[in-house]
């Protein structure tokens, strides 16, 4: 039987859960249908998730059809939670993207399929709650066209709407082969010459649905089951089976990571190709990191993965987990044994790159442990959160002993705090979430320290120039001296430290993309007395070089100078027309820029940007102003200079090199003279 593994993506309170509920009781999984409200749904596990009736992490459950098993993938619809769908796609073979009939297409939607498109992932259109007083067929199939954008075949229509009858007759409609003859010129051939068979339109609708040129929708309900048959069907016939070849090298991505009761870290991995076998002796890492640090510099050694021995496996089969020795390619499988896997991953020979599908956060907040919470218990909890979420980069500074975290919004704070109290026994709160700027070169500096001279305490003489390189550009360090005149390790040292540095620029915050040039080096080599050892205090280490480059670097960026960017959402709102006036004086002043314009029968469309930190702000104001008829869309663009009020600093994590005499107490022990 071939696999399947199926993501469920919507907007929040689509009926994704229930949804899933619906297909595990029509496949004889499940005897009685779970409720969100009542928090029973199957994959729903977390106890906030069922209190709040949202998904907030990816569950997986198995399923079988008549031809098919499917693993499916119930993922969060809320947008803060937006990182956890980000790593669920790469591992897709086919998505059901579920649309409301009384809400209609949502800007959660809009984001959805744009990326679903993007990777080609083949996608069935669900739109789920016709039985729901309020709900629309026509009005939402021409929502759908006009803001998805994408073609649509509708594989049906609904009856009875808004009814407990509400039921779906299938049924290809006329339009189906216009939209399907667009992309097959044998067929539209065929059409003007009326010999379309039902047999032949069937087969172009499956080849064009598996390459993601069409997608197929499907009305019905997930509280009555209305529909849902047609849907299995869409399922088996419509989307492409998982494939991969077991008998090839091991290659696998891990998409989540978990801790088990016992604090054992647990691998959720899709294979592509080969196999993973219980007691296997496997290479695991990111493929990226390690082309990365082999790239680096001029030469030298490549980065090495590390390895982990295999210690237990399971699947997913008929709504429960099954041990097993073995899973090969195309299943989606837990792993134990891993201790240092990380989420994005590759098991064996790397294979698709992951990457962000989505932009990572642009938000952060400082965490506030109670009087009576565990300072140490609440960093290791936090870690270990951000093993399982890697955007939520925790940040800790040692000097004010405060933690900080990345979010995409509010709701995901509660979601940390709810977690640290319930998992962890920890109470926080948190300060005001404010926006993650970057820092760029205004211009061009050097500097550079001599080994023994002018009141350098290292034994190292290191000289950087920075000059600013294009946004998206990255950090390149480049060398104008000769790789053989000091040990290479020295120069890996250098460069670790200059990109560890550049964390944090003169306003603490992340300088990403700029270009280093190495202009001097030098060292003392090992010195030795007369029938003795090697005299460590006479001779250099990499100890040496790695405290004295942030001093250099330092005061390269202050003489090169560096400015704030904040980042930029841009933003689709759609409104009355009439409550044009009152919004754009609001958005003036949050910072927005309005862009173009136009208007859509009473409805009035507005695009521009604006700072992300104040995204939230115009989210609470939109509803007011716009008699609840508003809709805002917006997503991270890009970052852009500071211009309104004070310049945001950031508080340091580090030594603060930018104080010569603070910093070399704290690294070296000394001032130096």
Not at 429 to 436: L, M, N, V
Request: hydrophobic share 40%; proline share 6%.
């Amino acid at each position: 039987m071939h696999l399947l593994n199926l993501g469920i993506l919507a907007h929040v309170d689509a009926g994704k859960t229930s949804l899933t509920e619906r297909l595990l009781h029509t496949a004889g999984v499940i005897d009685e249908i779970g409720s969100v409200d009542a928090g029973s749904t199957r994959t729903d596990s977390l106890d906030l998730e069922r209190r709040r009736g949202i998904t907030i992490k990816s569950a997986v459950v198995s399923f079988p059809l008549d031809s098919v098993t499917v693993n499916l993938i119930d993922t969060p619809g809320h947008p803060d939670f937006i990182a956890e769908v980000e790593r669920v796609l790469g591992v897709l073979d086919g998505a059901v993207l579920v649309v409301s009939a009384v809400e209609g297409v949502q800007a959660q939607t809009r984001v959805l399929m744009r990326t679903l498109r993007r990777l080609r992932i083949p996608t069935l259109v669900f739109v789920n709650k016709i039985d729901r007083r309020g709900a629309r067929h026509e009005a939402v199939l021409a929502q759908l066209a006009r803001r998805l954008d994408v073609p649509l075949v509708p594989m049906g229509r609904p009856l009875a709407l808004g009814t407990r009858a509400a039921r779906f007759e299938p049924g290809l409609g006329p339009a189906a082969v216009d939209v399907l003859a667009d992309h097959d010129d044998a067929l539209l051939a065929a059409h003007l010459y009326g010999e379309v068979t039902g047999g032949r339109l069937r087969a172009a609708l499956a080849d064009q649905t598996r390459r993601s040129l069409v997608h197929p929708v499907y009305f019905g309900s997930a509280a009555t089951g209305a529909g849902i048959p047609d849907l299995v069907t869409g399922l088996e016939r419509l989307l492409p089976a998982a494939d991969g070849d077991s008998a090839g090298p091991l290659s696998a991505s891990v998409f989540k990571v978990e801790r088990g009761p016992a604090g054992e870290k647990i691998a959720y991995a899709r294979v592509f190709s080969g196999a993973l076998r219980v007691r296997d002796r496997i290479p695991f890492g990111s493929a990226a990191r390690k082309e990365e640090t082999a790239d680096r510099g001029s030469g030298g050694a490549g980065g090495t993965r590390p390895e982990g021995r295999i210690t237990a496996l399971s699947v997913a089969e008929r709504g429960t987990e099954v041990r097993q020795q073995r899973a090969g390619a195309g299943h989606i499988v837990k792993v134990w044994g891993l201790g240092g896997v990380r989420v994005g991953d590759a098991l064996g020979v790397p294979g698709r790159a992951w990457e962000h599908h989505f932009a990572p956060p642009t938000l952060e907040t400082v965490v506030v442990p109670a009087p009576a919470t565990d300072r140490r218990a609440l960093h290791v909890a936090l870690t270990q959160l951000a093993e399982q979420d890697p955007l939520i980069d925790v940040r800790h500074d040692e000097v004010r002993q405060e933690t900080s975290v990345s979010l995409y919004g509010e709701v995901q704070k509660e979601v940390v705090q709810a977690t640290l109290a319930d998992a962890y026994g920890l109470d926080v709160t948190f300060r005001e979430t404010t926006p993650i700027c970057v820092e760029r070169l205004t211009g061009t500096g050097a500097a550079a320290e001599f080994d023994k001279k002018d009141g350098n305490p290292f034994l190292a003489t290191v000289g950087l120039r920075v000059e600013p390189a294009p946004a998206g550009a990255g950090v390149g360090f480049r060398l104008e001296v000769e790789l053989g005149s000091m040990p290479y390790a020295f120069f890996k040292a250098v460069e670790d430290t200059v990109r560890e540095t550049l964390g944090q620029g003169l306003h603490g915050w992340r300088i990403p993309d700029c270009t280093v040039t190495m202009t001097h080096s030098g060292y003392s080599p090992r010195q030795s007395h007369a029938h003795q050892g090697f005299d460590k205090s006479m001779s250099s280490t990499g100890r040496d070089f790695r405290g004295l480059t942030p001093l250099v670097l330092a005061e390269a960026l202050r003489r090169a100078g560096t400015r704030v960017h904040e980042p930029m959402h841009r933003f689709v709102l759609e409104a009355p027309a009439d409550t044009l006036g009152a919004l754009l004086p609001v958005l003036t002043r949050l910072g927005a820029v309005p862009g173009r314009t136009g208007t859509r029968g009473v409805f009035c469309r507005l695009e521009g940007v604006v700072p992300a930190g104040r995204v939230h702000r115009l989210e609470q104001l939109l509803p007011g102003l716009t008699r609840g008829e508003g809709e805002l869309e917006s997503a991270f663009d890009h970052y852009a200079p500071v211009t309104q009020g004070t310049v945001p600093e950031r508080p340091r994590t580090d030594h603060n090199p930018l104080s010569r005499k603070e910093y070399l107490l704290n690294v070296a022990g000394r001032t130096g003279g």
